[in-house]
């Protein structure tokens, strides 16, 4: 079974700039989540989908952080201007279950890891 | 909010000592607690869970967590540590109806020979 798929694996801009980040989770899993984990830190939430809907996003800086999911499957993240602290590695997971459901296991992708200069 | 406490961000230990790493979590429910691990360069994958079944929850890789509400805690422990445990190490709690995980901050475990 192929795991969940995240790139670019690397990226580095510059203040002000932008950048996208992509993920495409296990077939089948209607949950996607978008993770931010600052170096020394554990990984944040920024943003949950279940199918194309948004469940979660109060922590997802909405001035300059987007996500979409427009046809429940793949998801792309976009940062626009990036910001020194926006440098992190930006997770991607998903879960096979729906909204009844309770184990929390989660799959990650291996990271997009993301240096602002 | 649910929240976890990580106690202790690096901890060593040499192979074949026993392996403890501490979690605490705040929960004003029965609580969903987690494991991750995380080996360099890759995502983190789940360790063990605990779901309100049996206290004492094995996971893969020979580690196992015991759920304590009097103390509010769930700490990790391998009986013998290998090399290939160096990884750092994540407690997580569900939040909410959803699969929302709030993770503490992660413990980096080195084995050292």
């Known amino acids: 079974e192929a795991g969940v798929a995240q790139s670019p694996r690397y990226k580095i801009i510059e203040k002000r700039q932008s950048v996208a980040f992509w993920c495409n989770p296990i077939?089948?899993?209607?949950?996607l989540y978008w993770y931010q984990q600052i170096l020394g830190q554990g990984p944040k939430l920024l943003i949950q989908f279940q199918n194309n809907g948004v469940v979660d996003d109060s922590q997802l800086p909405k001035d300059r952080f987007s996500a979409e999911r427009l046809k429940g499957v793949d998801s792309t993240l976009k940062i626009q201007p990036a910001k020194l602290e926006d440098s992190a590695v930006y997770l991607c997971?998903?879960?096979?279950?729906?909204?009844?459901?309770?184990?929390?296991?989660?799959?990650f992708g291996e990271g997009s890891r993301l240096t602002v200069l | 909010a649910q929240s976890v406490t990580q106690l202790g961000s690096h901890v060593s230990v040499s192979e074949g000592a026993l392996v403890l790493l501490r979690c605490n979590y705040s929960?004003?429910?029965?609580?969903?607690l987690f494991w991750y691990v995380q080996y360099p360069n890759q995502g983190l994958q789940l360790l063990l869970k605990?779901?309100?079944?049996?206290?004492l929850v094995k996971g893969i890789n020979g580690f196992e967590a015991e759920f304590k509400k009097s103390e509010t805690s769930f700490h990790l422990t391998k009986p013998s540590a290998h090399m290939s445990d160096a990884a750092e190490y994540f407690c997580a709690v569900k939040e909410g109806g959803y699969n929302k995980l709030i993770f503490g901050a992660g413990t980096r475990l080195a084995v050292h020979p």
């Open positions: 997971a998903s879960s096979l279950e729906g909204l009844s459901s309770n184990t929390g296991e989660l799959f």
């Open positions: 077939s089948g899993h209607a949950t």
């Open positions: 929960s004003s429910v029965p609580p969903y």
């Open positions: 605990y779901t309100s079944a049996a206290t």
